[in-house]
């Protein structure tokens, strides 16, 4: 899969609460252009209690119990995003009221790439590389990142899952998301996220940098 750096970002504006866009993406921050490939950042590894990380040229995540799932097909230590500026763009929306925050995770919605279907990113994520992205599923996994404000959330896209997205935060996401619990996600598609499941196989699934991780019963309905 591509890694490429990302290119020159733009700029966009908060206006009375809402979002102006100026060619770019959300929120007054340095954003990548849609259409420009953003790298995967490093990874800072965290490992949980009694877990050993699998030493492999990519990082590794604690698995942790899945109450719906084969436990074996869960990933072993999440690596923290670092771009920044949808990290900026996080930082905004976790500190607005309630209703400007709904406002701002439609702005949000509204740059998504409505081509995106799961099918489509797993066979090819390079299409999709900068892509804003916007879903719902069942969280599968969520942990927080030790020493860093962000999380991870395992999110699976069907009643088995079998699709699945690696989805990290920047910020962390209320107490309310927890493991089985139906969420929506909004970030950028940046590549793929290998680990090694417990039974020892490989596995790569879409990974996604979040701005903005709710409970789908209480993500706004935005207009289209």
Do not use: K
């Not at 009643?159 to 989805?167: D, E, F, M, Y």
């Amino acid at each position: 899969m591509s890694t490429d750096q990302p290119q020159g970002p733009r700029r966009a504006t908060i206006i009375a609460g809402a979002v102006g866009l100026s060619g770019g993406f959300v929120l007054g921050v340095l954003v990548a252009a849609p259409g420009t490939r953003t790298a995967a950042p490093p990874a800072v590894v965290a490992a949980a209690p009694a877990m050993v990380p699998v030493p492999r040229p990519q990082p590794t995540v604690p698995a942790a119990a899945d109450p719906g799932a084969d436990q074996s097909d869960e990933p072993a230590a999440p690596p923290f995003p670092r771009l920044r500026e949808d990290l900026a763009a996080a930082q905004q929306i976790a500190a607005m009221t309630p209703e400007a925050q709904r406002q701002a995770l439609c702005a949000v919605e509204g740059q998504a790439n409505r081509e995106i279907r799961y099918a489509l990113l797993e066979r090819n994520v390079d299409r999709f590389l900068s892509s804003v992205y916007v879903a719902t599923g069942r969280a599968i996994q969520v942990q927080d990142i030790p020493g860093e404000r962000g999380s991870f959330v395992l999110v699976s896209m069907d009643s088995w899952g079998n699709q699945l997205v690696a989805v990290f935060t920047y910020e962390r996401p209320d107490d309310n998301i927890v493991a089985d619990r139906r969420v929506r996600f909004y970030g950028r598609v940046v590549g793929t996220y290998t680990y090694q499941t417990r039974n020892g196989q490989t596995r790569t699934v879409p990974r996604v940098h979040a701005m903005a991780v709710v409970r789908s019963d209480a993500a706004p309905e935005c207009r289209r």
